[in-house]
C-alpha cells in the first residue's frame, strides 16, 4: 500500500493535518476536499492561526463525487485506499461505497455527534474513533470493522520550546459554548498566576512550555488533544477525569499527569504541585516520554494502515499502548513516588494478636512505592528488620516512648510531602494509597485523610457515629480519622506546628486531639472510602496484659482513663483562654446530621428528621439549630402548639436569625387564627 488518497477540510489545525504529515514520511499522499470558508475563521476565533488556508492537491467542494474524481483520475495516480478524517462538518463525498479499493474513517467527536458518527460510519469499510467509550454504539448498528485509535501528539509541533517556566498555570484552548470551562477559568485567572492565549501549533506550544502546570478540561467526556499535546511539551498536564475513554488504562494520576475534580476544589491540587517543584516537573518529564513513545500521529497512522492492510487485525488495546509507552523512560515512577510518599511504621513487636505484622506490611510495600521510614520501639525486633532492603530509614529506641512519640520523630525524618502513617498490623494495597494521596492533595484543607474515622462529642468522650469499612460510599469530612492508617499534608503540619500529642504516651486519643488541632487550624480531616486494605484492631495491645513504655508499666484501661482527662483539660483549657475555639468542641455530626434530615425532608419522611433533630437538641442544648430545624418541621406538619415553644427557644439563642423571626410571627398567627374560628 504505497498511495493514499486523504480527504479533509483543509485548515493547518486540523488533525487531519497530522496524520497527513505522519503518512507523507512513508506514502505518496494525494489530499482532496474543499477549503476551510472563511465564516469558520471568525465562528471559531481562528483569527490567530498565522498560517494560510492553502488549497487541497485535488480541490472539492463539500459534496462531490468521489467515485466520478476516482474514475477521471489516471492509474497510475489513482488511490489504493481512500481516507477521510473528521474536520469540518459531518459531511462525506458521495459514493464512497462504490470506490474499488478499501475505504477507513476517522471519527474524533463521536462524544458530540454520536447518532450522525454512527451513520455516517456505515459509508466505510473501516472505522476509527478517537472515542473508545462508543465503540458499541458503533458496532451494534452495523459497522462491524471499528477500531479505537486515540488522538496524540506530534512532538516537531508539540515540543518544548522554552526552559523558562514563567507562568505558574496557562491554557490554550476554545471557550465557545462551553460555561463549565468558562467557569473553571475564571476560578484559575482570579486565584492563580494564569496565562490564556488562543493560539495554534508551535505557539501554542510555546505557551504550554513556559507554564509550570497546563490545564485541560475535558467536554461531555472526551480524551481530547490537548491530553497529549501538553505532555508531549513536557509541562505538568493537570486534567479531570474522562471514564470510559481510557484515560484511566493510559496513564495513571499524579504519576504521569495531574488529576482534579472540579467538584472539589481545583486549586488545591495546583497549589500542591506548586509547592513541589521538582516533583512536579518529574512527573511532567515522564509524562512527555510517555506519549512520545507510543502516542505519536505516526504511530497513529500507521496503525490505521496496518489494519487497513490487513497486518494487524485491530489497533492496539489500552494495556498494550501502556506497555509500550512506559518501556524506555528514564523518569520512573519510583522516582516519583520517592519525591511524593513516605510511610512512616512504629513497630515494637510481631502484632502477635495479628495474621499481620512488619514483615507482611514490608512485603506489602514491595508493590508500593515510596521512602519508608521505620521507627523501633523494641531493640530486639529492630536487630532483626532494620536491614531489610524496603527500609530506607529508621530510628531505634532503646524502650518503647509511645506512638504519638513515634509518629511524630517519623515526620521529622520524612522529607516528601504526604506522608502515610501505618500500623505494623495493617494489611494495605496500591489502590488504596492512590485513593488516600488523591483526596488529600485534591480535598479542600485537607491535613489528615484515612479509611475510617468518627464523630466524636467532647463531654461524653464518645463516638457520635462510627464510619467503618465498606459503611460508607464518598469522601467525608469528620472529626477524627483512625490512627491505623492515615496520610498526611507535610506542609500543613509544618506551618502550623501540627504535632502528635506527646501527653498520651503510650497511646490512645492521640487521634481525636490532632482531630481538633487540625481543626483550631482551619484544616480538616477526611474518611475516604476503600476496600483496599485490612486491619485487625489492636494486633499488639491485645496480646499485652500490660503495656511497658518507658520505665512505667499500665494496664490498657488505666492509660485510657489517664488519657481521657489530659484531653479534656487540655482543651478545656484552651478555651478557658479564648472563648470563641468553644464552637471546636461542637462535632461535625451536627451538620452531617442536618445534611441527612434534610434529604429525608426531601422524600416527604418526617420521622427520621424529628430523631435527628432531637438528638441534636440532647447533646447540644446550647445550639439553636436543633430548635429551630423542629420547629420549622412541626410548622410544616402545622403542629403549630408543638413547633412555637421550640422557634421562642431559638429566638433566645439566636436573636439575629431572620428565619426563626419569620416562623416565629408565622405561627403565633396561624394559633390566634385558630383561636378565633
Known amino acids: 500500500m504505497k498511495k493514499i488518497w486523504l480527504y479533509y477540510v483543509s485548515y493547518p489545525a486540523t488533525t487531519a493535518v497530522y496524520f497527513e504529515k505522519a503518512f507523507r514520511k512513508k ?9 476551510l470558508p472563511q465564516e469558520y475563521i471568525t465562528k471559531w476565533k481562528l483569527e490567530n492561526l498565522k498560517q494560510p488556508i492553502l488549497p487541497q492537491n485535488i480541490p472539492t467542494d463539500f459534496e462531490p463525487d468521489i467515485l466520478e474524481i476516482y474514475n477521471n483520475t489516471p492509474v497510475h495516480k489513482q488511490p489504493e485506499v481512500f481516507i477521510w478524517i473528521e474536520s469540518v462538518g459531518r459531511l462525506v463525498p458521495r459514493n464512497t461505497k462504490q470506490l474499488p479499493v478499501p475505504t477507513a474513517c476517522y471519527l474524533i467527536d463521536s462524544h458530540l455527534h454520536l447518532s450522525d458518527h454512527v451513520e455516517l460510519a456505515k459509508n466505510f469499510d473501516f472505522v476509527f474513533i478517537a472515542q473508545k467509550e462508543y465503540l458499541n454504539d458503533f458496532i451494534n448498528a452495523g459497522n462491524k470493522k471499528v477500531f479505537w485509535l486515540p488522538l496524540g501528539a506530534d512532538p516537531e509541533i508539540h515540543d ?3 526552559e523558562n517556566r514563567i507562568h505558574d498555570v496557562g491554557f490554550v484552548g476554545s471557550l465557545v459554548g462551553n460555561q463549565r470551562r468558562a467557569q473553571l477559568l475564571e476560578y484559575l485567572k482570579s486565584n492563580f498566576d494564569f496565562y490564556y492565549e488562543r493560539a495554534f501549533l508551535k505557539e501554542m506550544s510555546k505557551v504550554f512550555s513556559e507554564s509550570k502546570i497546563v490545564f485541560n478540561n475535558a467536554v461531555r467526556n472526551d480524551l481530547n488533544m490537548r491530553f497529549f499535546e501538553v505532555m508531549s511539551t513536557g509541562s505538568l498536564l493537570l486534567s479531570d477525569m474522562t471514564t470510559k475513554s481510557g484515560q484511566d488504562e493510559l496513564f495513571v494520576p499524579n504519576e504521569d499527569y495531574a488529576l482534579y475534580d472540579e467538584d472539589v476544589n481545583i486549586g488545591n491540587v495546583i497549589n500542591f504541585y506548586l509547592e513541589n517543584d521538582e516533583l512536579r516537573e518529574a512527573i511532567a518529564k515522564r509524562g512527555m516520554e510517555l ?12 496503525e490505521m494502515l496496518a489494519v487497513i492492510s490487513g497486518e494487524k487485525n485491530s489497533t492496539s488495546t489500552a494495556e498494550e499502548l501502556r506497555k509500550k509507552s512506559v518501556k524506555f523512560t528514564s523518569v520512573k515512577t519510583s522516582r516519583i513516588n520517592k519525591l511524593k510518599r513516605s510511610f512512616v511504621i512504629p513497630v515494637i513487636d510481631y502484632a502477635p494478636a495479628s495474621q499481620y505484622n512488619i514483615k507482611t506490611l514490608l512485603d506489602d510495600l514491595e508493590k508500593i512505592e515510596g521512602e519508608v521510614i521505620v521507627v523501633f520501639n523494641s531493640e530486639e525486633v529492630a536487630n532483626e528488620i532494620k536491614d531489610d532492603p524496603r527500609i530506607d530509614y529508621y530510628a ?4 518503647n516512648v509511645g506512638v504519638a512519640r513515634a509518629w511524630n520523630i517519623g515526620l521529622n525524618i520524612a522529607r516528601t510531602p504526604i506522608v502515610f502513617i501505618v500500623n505494623s498490623d495493617v494489611h494495605v494495597e496500591k489502590n488504596a494509597i ?12 485537607a491535613a489528615m485523610v484515612g479509611p475510617q474515622g468518627s464523630f466524636f462529642h467532647f463531654d461524653k468522650l464518645a463516638d457520635l457515629h462510627y464510619f467503618d ?7 467525608q469530612e469528620v472529626d477524627a480519622v483512625s490512627g491505623f492508617l492515615f496520610a498526611v499534608r507535610k506542609k500543613y503540619f509544618d506551618e502550623n506546628n501540627l504535632k502528635f500529642e506527646n501527653a498520651f504516651t503510650p497511646c490512645y486519643f492521640e487521634e481525636w486531639d490532632i482531630g481538633l488541632q487540625i481543626k483550631r487550624a482551619g484544616l480538616a480531616s477526611y474518611i475516604v472510602p476503600s476496600f483496599d486494605y485490612d486491619h485487625e484492631w489492636s494486633g499488639s495491645i491485645r496480646s499485652m496484659r500490660k503495656i511497658s513504655y518507658y520505665d512505667k ?3 490498657a484501661v488505666e492509660i485510657h482513663a489517664r488519657n481521657s482527662e489530659i484531653l479534656k483539660k487540655k482543651w478545656e483549657k484552651i478555651v478557658e483562654k479564648d472563648n470563641s475555639l468553644k464552637r471546636l468542641l461542637i462535632s461535625d455530626w451536627v451538620n452531617w446530621a442536618l445534611f441527612l434530615s434534610k434529604q429525608a425532608i426531601e422524600m416527604q419522611n418526617f420521622e427520621p428528621a ?8 440532647e447533646l447540644y442544648p446550647e445550639l439553636e439549630v436543633g430548635y429551630k430545624n423542629l420547629g420549622f418541621l412541626y410548622f410544616i406538619e402545622k403542629k403549630f402548639d408543638i413547633a412555637l415553644p421550640l422557634l421562642k427557644k431559638a429566638g433566645e439563642l439566636n436573636p439575629d436569625d431572620e428565619a426563626v423571626k419569620t416562623y416565629l410571627e408565622k405561627t403565633k398567627s396561624e394559633i390566634e387564627s385558630r383561636l378565633k374560628n
Open 27 to 35: 506514502y505518496d499522499v494525494t489530499t482532496i476536499g474543499p477549503q
Open 160 to 162: 518544548k520550546f522554552s
Open 291 to 302: 506519549v512520545r513513545n507510543a502516542h505519536k500521529y505516526s504511530d497513529r497512522a500507521e
Open 396 to 399: 531505634v529506641m532503646k524502650k
Open 434 to 445: 492512590i485513593n488516600f494521596e488523591q483526596a488529600l492533595i485534591s480535598q479542600p484543607k
Open 469 to 475: 469499612k465498606n459503611k460508607f460510599d464518598k469522601i
Open 553 to 555: 508499666s499500665e494496664t
Open 610 to 617: 424529628e430523631k435527628i433533630f432531637r438528638q441534636i437538641i
